[in-house]
């Protein structure tokens, strides 16, 4: 199946560029104003519309609210419109302000989608000398064009030049792969199962990127036009989830209303069912006979309905040790085809991902909402311009970016934590340095302390470290359980408690850097210097070994 | 006036029109082959780049009314063979709405001297005062 096209805002007062792309680039979507999902040029009331792209800042806005997969944008310089559609501005000769307006629309798009590429339709002759062309070196992804102004070939070349770009980037939709093996078997294997009419099921535990794997990978690239429509299925009471998923007739139990579930809502698109161990019994059998053949009965109704969605399974403990267990139904199983299921790694086995993830999160970051907010209040307090991306650094930071800077002890001590939470935990724990950074860097300005180079913005590695500290608690459930659920059948029960101990040693030393001492105190009542003994002791009864688990630290 | 002033006045008249009458009428000849006829999805696009250039008025019209200004300070040779190029469209005008094909590749045809010759004329910074 073709993978989805890519979706185009145009951004001009008049509708020569609409009508142009509409009628020679028809491989794209475009992100229209308007209710209806057919292409602009199969629709009826084509003639004379206006809700075919933006015409000002304010239509812009309304196009970005309604459409968050918009992958490029074209920009015009000039507006023709009244002075009350124009962005503010100190230029007082309307003529002038109407020329450039498409200037004072690409600041604003920095300032509430960073992100995305922009291609402005003119030429440099256009722009004038006056114009600071700092504006534009600033943001790699504009590009002029001038003299191939309404050359519709030009046009698309510039386009796939501009996604190209962004695919070098490293992101695909949105979902960070990082370099490591695994993760590129993975990404071949799910680009390839997406585009197939099968079920998928994907494995990982807890923060690992399950639930943005199946949007932005399977159902991104899957070519379907439903939507993406996800439950969790830990989150829903059990006496709840049937009629969640197929819905309801009226009648069906006290207060029922005529409501279709999630299967319905996801018809065409993709259903996600986090969680999927979770289903009790009976939920189970209901799933079973609606993946066999493809329908389903709303709670309360005797009819069956068709149902055409994509499924996609997603668990963190392993089903196949619930199956075994026979808390999982065996057929059900087999129905979610477990012999091409996607294993997502822990943090902790592709480390080498840690910089390039870390990189995504803080753009990511900064890209739009209150916290690119934040980010401009401190570019105009410390007098830079409107910040088009922000980079993660180790050592120094870089020209023509503002950069966040980590020493390169404060990379290794994020390579030597054990990430329990996953891509989760990096992602809050990038988040919550970048923005404290941000923080401090923002008063040293108000009290006049400011750096020499406000572009670079330091991540104190006292900082760090003490955010590495308190971002994870392993309470005991969270150890035993994929613990437990991965000791291969026939296990002893000494062996399983032997190995719950040695995982539980192997963490607390992780977790006090390979301090005896504090270990004693978590793990022992009494005196913890004298404790330390025999905690080193049974550590090394375990199989433990020190030198091992340093070089894990070390990274 | 200074010389200064009235050229740069000549450069912000000349650039206006390549912008609102010389990019703008030839979008559809960029996207056809010299001698080629266009296919049927760009045919209204050549009727509105001619016909109706700013949603309403001709080409000929508007180009006439913003060379007003540069006729005013400069004569120059190019403003005239360009009016003469729209007025020849203009007489064209039911042929190509007919979709003659002669008449069709000669309205192309016309789009495209009249861009590049009010490229020349805005690159030359819309002649000497």
């Given at each position: 199946?073709?993978?989805?096209?890519?979706?185009?805002?145009?951004?001009?007062?008049?509708?020569?560029?609409?009508?142009?792309a509409?009628?020679?680039?028809?491989?794209y979507?475009?992100?229209?104003?308007?209710?209806?999902?057919?292409?602009?040029?199969?629709?009826?009331?084509?003639?004379?519309c206006?809700?075919?792209?933006?015409?000002?800042?304010?239509?812009?806005?309304?196009?970005?609210?309604?459409?968050?997969?918009?992958?490029?944008?074209?920009?015009?310089?000039?507006?023709?419109?009244?002075?009350?559609?124009?962005?503010?501005?100190?230029?007082?000769?309307?003529?002038e302000?109407?020329?450039?307006?498409g200037?004072?629309?690409?600041?604003?798009?920095r300032?509430?989608?960073?992100?995305?590429?922009?291609?402005?339709?003119t030429?440099?002759?256009q722009?004038?000398?006056?114009?600071?062309?700092?504006?534009?070196?600033?943001?790699?992804?504009?590009?002029?064009?001038?003299?191939?102004?309404?050359?519709?070939?030009?046009?698309?070349?510039?386009?796939?030049?501009?996604?190209?770009r962004?695919?070098e980037l490293?992101?695909?939709?949105g979902?960070?792969?990082?370099?490591s093996?695994?993760?590129?078997?993975?990404?071949?294997?799910a680009?390839?199962?997406?585009?197939?009419?099968?079920?998928?099921?994907?494995l990982?535990?807890?923060?690992?990127?399950?639930?943005?794997?199946?949007?932005?990978?399977?159902?991104?690239?899957?070519?379907?036009?439903g939507?993406?429509?996800?439950?969790?299925l830990?989150?829903?009471?059990?006496?709840?989830?049937?009629?969640e998923?197929?819905?309801?007739?009226?009648?069906?139990?006290?207060?029922?209303?005529?409501?279709?579930?999630?299967?319905?809502?996801?018809?065409?698109?993709?259903l996600?069912?986090?969680?999927?161990?979770?289903?009790?019994?009976?939920?189970?059998?209901?799933?079973?006979?609606?993946?066999?053949?493809?329908?389903?009965?709303?709670l309360?109704?005797?009819?069956?309905?068709?149902?055409?969605?994509?499924?996609?399974?997603?668990?963190?403990?392993?089903?196949?040790?619930?199956?075994?267990?026979?808390?999982?139904?065996?057929?059900?199983?087999?129905?979610?085809?477990p012999?091409?299921?996607?294993?997502?790694?822990?943090?902790?086995?592709?480390?080498?991902?840690?910089?390039?993830l870390?990189?995504?999160?803080?753009?990511?970051?900064?890209?739009?909402?209150?916290?690119?907010?934040?980010?401009?209040?401190?570019?105009?307090?410390?007098?830079?311009?409107?910040?088009?991306?922000?980079?993660?650094?180790?050592?120094?930071?870089?020209?023509?970016?503002?950069?966040?800077?980590?020493?390169?002890?404060?990379l290794?001590?994020?390579?030597?934590?054990?990430?329990?939470?996953?891509?989760?935990?990096?992602e809050?724990?990038?988040?919550?340095?970048?923005l404290?950074?941000?923080?401090?860097?923002?008063?040293?300005?108000?009290r006049?302390?400011?750096?020499?180079?406000?572009?670079?913005?330091?991540?104190?590695?006292?900082?760090?470290?003490?955010?590495?500290?308190?971002?994870?608690?392993?309470?005991?459930?969270?150890?035993?359980?994929?613990?437990?659920?991965?000791?291969?059948?026939?296990?002893?029960?000494?062996?399983?408690?032997?190995?719950?101990?040695?995982?539980?040693?192997?963490?607390?030393?992780?977790?006090?850097?390979?301090?005896?001492?504090?270990?004693?105190?978590?793990?022992?009542?009494?005196?913890a210097?004298?404790?330390?003994?025999?905690?080193?002791?049974?550590?090394?009864?375990?199989?433990?070994?020190?030198?091992e688990?340093?070089?894990?630290?070390?990274? | 006036?200074?010389?200064?002033?009235?050229?740069?006045d000549?450069?912000a008249?000349?650039?206006?029109?390549?912008?609102?009458v010389?990019?703008?009428?030839?979008?559809?000849a960029?996207?056809?082959?010299?001698?080629?006829?266009p296919?049927?999805?760009?045919?209204?696009?050549?009727?509105?780049?001619?016909?109706?250039?700013?949603?309403?008025?001709?080409?000929?019209?508007l180009?006439?009314?913003?060379?007003?200004?540069?006729?005013?300070?400069?004569?120059?040779?190019?403003?005239?063979?360009?009016?003469?190029?729209?007025?020849?469209?203009?007489?064209?005008?039911?042929?190509?709405?007919?979709?003659?094909?002669?008449?069709?590749?000669?309205?192309?045809?016309?789009?495209?001297?009249?861009?590049?010759?009010?490229?020349?004329?805005?690159?030359?910074g819309g002649?000497e005062?």
């Open positions: 199946m073709k993978a989805r096209a890519p979706k185009l805002l145009i951004v001009d007062d008049g509708e020569r560029y609409a009508e142009l509409h009628a020679l680039l028809r491989d979507r475009y992100a229209t104003r308007c209710e209806l999902s057919l292409p602009c040029w199969e629709c009826p009331r084509r003639e004379g206006r809700l075919t792209h933006a015409h000002d800042w304010a239509e812009t806005e309304q196009a970005l609210r309604r459409h968050s997969d918009i992958d490029v944008v074209l920009l015009d310089l000039r507006f023709h419109i009244p002075v009350e559609r124009l962005l503010p501005s100190d230029e007082t000769r309307l003529a302000r109407q020329r450039l307006e200037l004072a629309i690409l600041r604003r798009l300032r509430v989608r960073a992100e995305l590429p922009v291609i402005l339709m030429s440099v002759e722009l004038g000398p006056e114009v600071d062309e700092q504006v534009f070196a600033a943001d790699e992804f504009v590009s002029l064009a001038g003299a191939d102004a309404f050359d519709a070939r030009a046009l698309g070349l510039l386009i796939e030049r501009t996604l190209a962004r695919r490293g992101a695909s939709h979902y960070e792969w990082g370099e093996p695994a993760m590129a078997r993975l990404r071949r294997d680009s390839t199962l997406a585009r197939t009419s099968l079920p998928l099921l994907i990982g535990e807890t923060g690992t990127g399950k639930s943005a794997l199946a949007e932005r990978v399977i159902h991104a690239e899957s070519g379907r036009k939507s993406f429509v996800a439950v969790d830990a989150a829903l009471p059990e006496t709840l989830v049937a009629a998923l197929f819905g309801t007739a009226p009648g069906a139990y006290s207060g029922a209303m005529e409501r279709e579930g999630r299967f319905e809502r996801a018809e065409a698109g993709t996600l069912l986090d969680e999927v161990g979770n289903l009790s019994a009976e939920n189970q059998r209901m799933l079973l006979l609606a993946l066999q053949d493809g329908r389903i009965t709303r309360g109704e005797n009819v069956t309905r068709k149902v055409d969605v994509k499924l996609v399974a997603a668990s963190n403990v392993d089903l196949e040790a619930e199956v075994r267990a026979g808390r999982f139904r065996a057929d059900l199983y087999a129905r979610l085809n012999a091409a299921r996607l294993t997502l790694p822990p943090l902790r086995q592709r480390k080498e991902d840690i910089e390039s870390a990189q995504s999160f803080l753009r990511r970051t900064f890209a739009a909402g209150p916290d690119r907010a934040l980010l401009l209040e401190y570019a105009e307090a410390a007098g830079l311009d409107a910040p088009g991306r922000v980079q993660l650094c180790v050592g120094k930071g870089v020209e023509g970016a503002l950069s966040f800077v980590l020493a390169s002890a404060s290794k001590a994020l390579r030597a934590h054990p990430w329990p939470g996953n891509i989760r935990e990096l809050l724990l990038i988040k919550s340095a970048a404290l950074a941000l923080a401090d860097a923002r008063e040293a300005i108000e006049g302390r400011a750096g020499k180079e406000p572009n670079t913005i330091p991540i104190p590695t006292k900082l760090l470290r003490e955010l590495l500290q308190a971002s994870w608690v392993a309470p005991d459930t969270e150890v035993r359980t994929p613990v437990a659920s991965a000791m291969p059948r026939g296990k002893s029960l000494r062996a399983l408690a032997q190995g719950l101990e040695r995982d539980l040693f192997e963490r607390l030393f992780l977790e006090t850097h390979g301090d005896f001492v504090a270990m004693a105190e978590r793990l022992l009542e009494g005196d210097e004298e404790n330390a003994r025999r905690v080193r002791l049974r550590f090394n009864q375990l199989g433990l070994r020190v030198r688990l340093r070089s894990r630290l070390e990274g | 006036m200074s010389p200064d002033v009235a050229n740069d000549l450069a008249h000349a650039r206006r029109l390549l912008h609102d010389g990019k703008y009428i030839a979008r559809t960029r996207n056809v082959a010299e001698g080629q006829l296919p049927d999805v760009l045919r209204p696009l050549l009727l509105q780049d001619l016909y109706a250039l700013d949603g309403t008025h001709k080409a000929s019209a180009f006439h009314e913003r060379a007003l200004p540069l006729r005013a300070v400069r004569d120059d040779a190019r403003l005239d063979r360009v009016e003469a190029l729209l007025a020849r469209a203009d007489a064209i005008e039911a042929d190509v709405r007919a979709g003659e094909d002669h008449a069709v590749l000669e309205a192309l045809a016309i789009c495209r001297e009249v861009e590049s010759t009010l490229r020349a004329l805005a690159a030359d002649g005062a």
